[in-house]
T-cell receptor, first 111, second 108 residues
Framework: NAGVTQTPKFQVLKTGQSMTLQCAQD?????MSWYRQDPGMGLRLIHY???????DQGEVPNGYNVSRSTTEDFPLRLLSAAPSQTSVYFC??????????FGSGTRLTVV | KNEVEQSPQNLTAQEGEFITINCSYS?????LHWLQQHPGGGIVSLFM???GKKKHGRLIATINIQEKHSSLHITASHPRDSAVYIC??????????FGEGTQLTVNP
């Protein structure tokens, strides 16, 4: 099925560990983005990309890295996990301002 | 002050009631999205609006660009409509700015 695939769905990390959240889309969308969702704060933009080889920071980029080597994939890397990064993470893709498609989310707990 | 404000934050209704959720924004936008998120679930796009009104089943979304305001209406509400409804605007490029969401509970 066409859409945005996020893995893993759940993850528990220890403080200081690193990991990569995967995001892949098969709709040939140019725009991809990562968000975190925290209680009482809504969704906030972490990083985004307007095409392969182009990335930029969003509202809350600290502690996260991204790369966009292909149109399909947009992984999010946590370099050294901190408890403040406990959150639910969503990846989304869009061709322009219209028709956003979201992944199913990754629930991350850092202990 | 957030760029996107939703009201109410929480809403409880009885099955069959007409429901309205409001969204106000303070910036110029190219589009506005209404999203739905069920408990523990992913996010689904309900509507994208740049003007006027759209209808899908029991859901109706309207936008007034001059007043920077949008509403999401649910007619004949049902317990399965219970979810968080999120307003998001596209202000620059393709970047979304989100409201905090409205938690809707529809009781049978």
């Amino acid at each position: 099925n066409a859409g945005v695939t996020q893995t893993p769905k759940f993850q528990v990390l220890k403080t200081g560990q690193s990991m990569t959240l995967q995001c892949a889309q098969d709709m040939n969308h140019e725009y991809m983005s990562w968000y975190r969702q925290d209680p009482g704060m809504g969704l906030r933009l972490i990083h985004y990309s307007v095409g392969a080889g182009i990335t930029d920071q969003g509202e809350v980029p600290n502690g996260y890295n991204v790369s966009r080597s292909t149109t399909e994939d947009f992984p999010l890397r946590l370099l050294s996990a901190a408890p403040s990064q406990t959150s639910v993470y969503f990846c989304a893709s869009s061709q322009d301002s219209y028709g956003y498609t979201f992944g199913s989310g990754t629930r991350l707990t850092v202990v | 002050k957030n760029e996107v404000e939703q009201s109410p934050q929480n809403l409880t209704a009885q099955e069959g009631e007409f429901i309205t959720i409001n969204c106000s924004y303070s910036v110029g936008i190219s589009a506005l999205h209404w999203l739905q998120q069920h408990p523990g679930g992913g996010i689904v796009s309900l509507f994208m609006l740049s003007s006027g009104k759209k209808k899908h089943g029991r859901l109706i979304a309207t936008i007034n660009i001059q007043e920077k305001h949008s509403s999401l209406h649910i007619t004949a509400s049902h317990p399965r409509d219970s979810a968080v409804y999120i307003c998001a605007v596209v202000a620059s490029g393709s970047r979304l700015t989100f409201g905090e969401g409205t938690q809707l509970t529809v009781n049978p």
